[in-house]
């Protein structure tokens, strides 16, 4: 569904006495309301409706009423769902509340959900939940079990979106409704016979494997950057969505299924490689031919790029690419590309309604999306931003051999690592299947491996290509902060007995972070917060799983589950097998019978392995014997190559076990780590909380402008917390009251002042003379600007005291001011640096922070130019003769602080 057309407000209050929190921590203390809250802004379970409202009462007729108008006096929701209080105990009066204020009755809604309840359970009969409509808006009640609001609201779900319709009595849309409807059944197409007819489908895919090079090109033929009439580049909409019938969903809560990691993780790709267009995840769609064609088409109608991932490969329910070419009459690119993994990605666009739609078909397997999403989409999406540099490549040096390759051309996790001005990469682990997300914990690069029928193995100090997956890390910070001619010049430390500070010390960057940070007093309190909003955040403690990932062993491929009998025997006559039973995406574990000898059963990727088989065979290596009359079954197939004992079998826990550490303390949260947490159900992490900020602008409108360049500083660094950005002007009475609340309700202070060297007037002075606390300052170090830390009444601020100079802010925000705050959410790397040269002189000169031009050339960065608009990074100018200004040549080695994504080699996050 287009978030657009989201039109149904929906409130969620839940109705209760223990459920109630005393503090603002709704969610961990109302599963129910959080789960209703789930099904339909995270399942879609009613078409078009987003939950607007949140809120938790007590079991109180009063306060439940208040609430009920509210919302629906001032139009806050069209439908309210309250949960709890429809019982027989004597403080149950959910619906005595509901009574007294709706205004007409809808029984047929509460009968609808007794009928369905009753079926489930005859305790059901012990509710009272009634349902109406109150103004313009439909109160339905709904008990106050998790499990029973649940099954209560699908059983109504349906029908809300008409019924809103009804009750707003918009009759264009009540038109529209019904056309919708209409054009839906009409969609009910003819399931072609090459998918009923399971028994004569290929053995062999008929898609060609390309190269990645061949794949690339035609993907970059196909992109064509749209202009609006201003010529503004235009960004495309991006619907993505995962498929497959073993996918949790509303329908399939996860019991023994697998859950989604792709639609979010793929989402949440494009948004670290900031892409500017509106991307939209669709969820799951089934591998069911009618769903399939419904989703499309709602998906052509809104969106200009449609992303899947899942039904790909060979498997009697991989269905996209059939329902493209058959039902949508879509050009396939490709629909195999030579590679590991990612295989049977699929390129194809459509002339639709006179638009052209791409739709990149990716792989199920996690990993296979991931990678295809960088190998792919993201090059494709660069290209139509109008971005210069599409892949991120670079060379590094291999740091270990390698000795087995696979045939296919293979992208391996790597890390990828500067050191001593030279490019290394090592793999973290060899464990990379497919499936197994684990192998993008701690990467930052795609390594490229040749195929093996080109070389066998390949030595450690070989020269490699690599793609990069992240911005770089572990770039070379220690020899940048720690070298002694890199002091950080005229940085003073006030002494104890606050005299003018004039006995000025030199330390170095490292050293003055380490001041500023200092005993790790300016780390808050953790917070717990949904995964899948987490992106970026730092964890603040180990991660485990609880589950095994597989729940059951798993088919690795499509083909036949069968009980293969190592002894020997296995002969190339007679191995003729007949076909029992049926595991396709979607089977329930553990209900399946026993294969003996002889035996097997067909399944897909993926699908739980019937007991007694030992292998799989995969599709390609088996022909049809005999099938059923009708061709939908095969009887007995033949299997034309010998397996081997356990091929193709995912065991259980094999990519995640039950107590497995997955995440260590401070590893910070990008889409593949959010993904592996998903993967296992760990849907809320702990996570270092982001403090709040003010920015005071002191006296001017320049400083005011100053402020709003800082902001954007911080916020493109993604710096999560509140950022108040308040004027403050000295003359005003209001001063110290407005001091006391700043000091009250914020972490961090940074003052934007004129005279920011000068200590009389500086915030120290106005804090000491305001609020008569002499003796609580901690420390102050002014280096060009000033940081006090100050204790007051128990709460710990910090002070950053800026001039107003913004070239000087600029500098100082990324030198000092965003390292503490990386420092303060518990990020591992504070400062990007490279020890470089520069590729021209420059002859004026410098102030010893220079804004310059970082690129990627010839193998290696470089300073390419100076003080130029499109500035990425920060030339320490080594004055080591204690000057304040200095001469740059190209002999000169220069200390660089990346500052800023650059779009040819750095992605951020
Ligand atoms: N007989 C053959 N079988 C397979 C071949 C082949 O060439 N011949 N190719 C294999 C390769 S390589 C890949 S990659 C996979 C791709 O399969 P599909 O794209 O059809 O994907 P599915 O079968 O739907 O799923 C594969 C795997 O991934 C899990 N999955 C799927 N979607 C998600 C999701 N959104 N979140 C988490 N996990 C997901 C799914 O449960 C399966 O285990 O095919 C091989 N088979
Ligand atoms: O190509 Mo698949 O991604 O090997 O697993």
Not at 115 to 120: D, F, Q, V, W, Y
Not at 602 to 608: D, E, F, L, V
Not at 728 to 746: A, D, G, I, Q, T
Not at 892 to 903: F, G, M, W
């Amino acid at each position: 569904m287009n978030p657009k057309h989201k039109t149904i407000k929906v409130g969620v209050l839940t109705v209760s006495d223990t459920r109630t929190p005393s503090n603002s921590d709704t969610e961990t203390f109302d599963s129910s309301g959080h789960e209703l809250k789930e099904l339909i802004n995270r399942f879609n379970v009613i078409e078009s409706a987003t939950v607007v409202e949140y809120d938790c009462v007590t079991d109180d007729l009063e306060k439940i009423q208040e609430k009920m108008i509210e919302w629906c006096s001032e139009r806050k929701v069209d439908v309210l769902l309250s949960t709890g209080g429809t019982g027989f105990s004597p403080r149950d009066v959910t619906p005595e509340a509901t009574l007294g204020i709706v205004q007409k009755l809808t029984p047929g809604i509460s009968q609808a959900i007794m009928n369905e309840s009753l079926k489930i359970t005859p305790m059901a009969m012990l509710s009272r939940a009634i349902s109406g409509i109150y103004k313009k808006t439909l109160i339905i009640n709904l008990p106050g079990s998790v499990k029973a609001a649940k099954e209560c609201l699908l059983v109504v779900a349906s029908a809300i979106p008409h019924a809103v319709t009804l009750i707003k009595d918009e009759k264009e849309i009540s038109k529209q409704f019904h056309d919708q409807f209409n054009s839906k059944k009409d969609i009910q197409s003819k399931v072609p016979e090459c998918v009923t007819k399971v028994a004569c489908r290929h053995r062999e895919s008929p898609y060609p494997k390309i190269s990645m090079a061949s794949a690339l090109t035609i993907i970059k033929e196909q992109a064509v950057i749209q202009y609006t009439k201003n010529y503004k580049i235009m960004y495309p909409t991006v619907w993505i969505y995962s498929t497959g019938d073993e996918l949790e969903n509303n329908k399939n809560p996860c019991h023994n299924c697998i859950r989604d990691t792709n639609s979010l993780m793929i989402k949440q790709l494009l948004e670290q490689d900031n892409y500017k267009g509106s991307v939209f995840n669709g969820g799951v769609i089934r591998d069911n031919w009618n769903d399939l064609c419904k989703q499309f088409e709602e998906a052509f109608n809104n969106a200009d790029i449609i992303v899947t991932s899942g039904g790909v490969s060979m498997g009697e329910k991989d269905l996209i690419k059939l329902v493209l070419q058959e039902h949508f009459k879509c050009y396939i690119h490709f629909g195999r590309v030579n590679m590991k993994p990612g295989m049977p990605s699929t390129f194809v666009t459509l002339n639709y309604k006179d638009k052209k739609k791409c739709i990149f078909c990716l792989p199920g397997n996690p990993v296979s999306a991931g990678v295809c999403t960088h190998l792919f989409l993201l090059p494709y999406l660069r290209l139509i931003s109008g971005r210069k540099s599409i892949v991120h490549s670079f060379k590094a040096k291999l740091t270990h051999c390698i000795n087995e390759l696979d045939v296919r051309p293979e992208f391996k996790r790597a890390l990828f690592k500067y050191e001593n001005g030279e490019f290394y990469v090592s793999c973290l682990t060899n464990n990379q299947q497919s499936s197994r997300l684990l192998s993008f914990l701690g990467a930052n690069c795609l390594l490229t491996l040749p195929s093996s029928k080109k070389q066998t193995s390949i030595k450690a100090g070989t020269i490699m290509d690599i793609i990069l997956i992240k911005s770089i890390e572990n770039t070379d910070v220690s020899a940048l902060l720690f070298s002694r001619d890199l002091q950080v010049k005229n940085l003073r430390v006030r002494p104890e007995d606050k005299c003018k500070p004039d006995n000025t010390v030199c330390l170095s960057l490292k050293e003055t972070l380490d001041f500023m940070t200092q005993k790790n007093e300016f780390i808050l309190k953790s917070e717990n917060i949904p995964t899948s909003s987490a992106m970026g955040y730092v964890i603040d403690a180990p991660v485990y799983s609880s589950e095994n990932l597989p729940p059951y062993p798993a088919s690795i491929k499509d083909g036949y589950a069968i009980k293969y009998v190592c002894d020997g025997s296995w002969s190339q006559k007679n191995n003729i097998f007949e076909v029992v039973q049926v595991s396709v995406a979607g089977t329930e574990p553990g209900c399946q019978e026993k294969i003996s000898e002889k035996k097997c059963a067909r399944i897909s990727t993926g699908a739980p392995i019937p007991p007694g088989a030992n292998c799989v065979v995969q599709v390609e290596d088996t022909s049809v014997i005999s099938k059923s009359p009708d061709e939908t079954i095969e009887l007995t197939i033949d299997i034309l190559k010998e397996p081997q004992l356990h091929e193709n079998i995912r065991f259980i826990g094999s990519d995640i076990s039950v107590g497995q550490c997955l995440l260590d303390e401070k590893c910070q949260l990008g889409p593949f780590e959010i993904a592996l947490l998903r993967s296992v159900g760990c849907e809320s992490v702990s996570v270092y909380k982001y403090p709040t900020i003010h920015i005071l602008p002191y006296f001017s409108n320049l400083a005011c402008g100053i402020s709003i360049i800082l902001e954007n500083i911080l916020k493109q660094d993604g710096f999560k917390g509140k950022i108040i950005c308040h004027s403050f002007f000295k003359s005003s009475n209001e001063l110290l009251e407005l001091y006391r609340n700043v000091f009250e309700h914020r972490d961090i202070i940074i003052i934007i002042n004129y005279d920011y060297d000068n200590f009389n007037f500086s915030p120290s002075f106005d804090i000491e003379k305001h609020l008569s606390i002499k003796s609580t300052f901690h420390n102050i170090i002014s280096l060009e600007f000033g940081i006090i830390k100050l204790e007051l009444e128990k709460k710990r601020n910090v002070f950053f005291n800026l001039g107003m100079d913004s070239n000087l802010v600029y500098n100082y925000a990324h030198l000092f001011i965003l390292p503490f705050l990386r420092f303060s959410v518990g990020k591992k790397q504070q400062i990007s640096s490279v020890i470089t040269k520069s590729s021209i002189d420059l002859p004026i000169s410098v102030y010893r922070y220079m804004g310059a031009k970082l690129d990627y050339k010839d193998g290696d960065l470089i300073v390419t130019g100076f003080g130029l608009k499109d500035e990425n990074c920060i030339v320490l100018n080594q004055a080591s003769q204690a000057k304040d200004f200095n001469t740059i040549d190209t002999t000169a080695k220069l200390n660089v602080v990346i500052t800023e994504n650059s779009d040819s080699y750095f992605i951020h996050y």
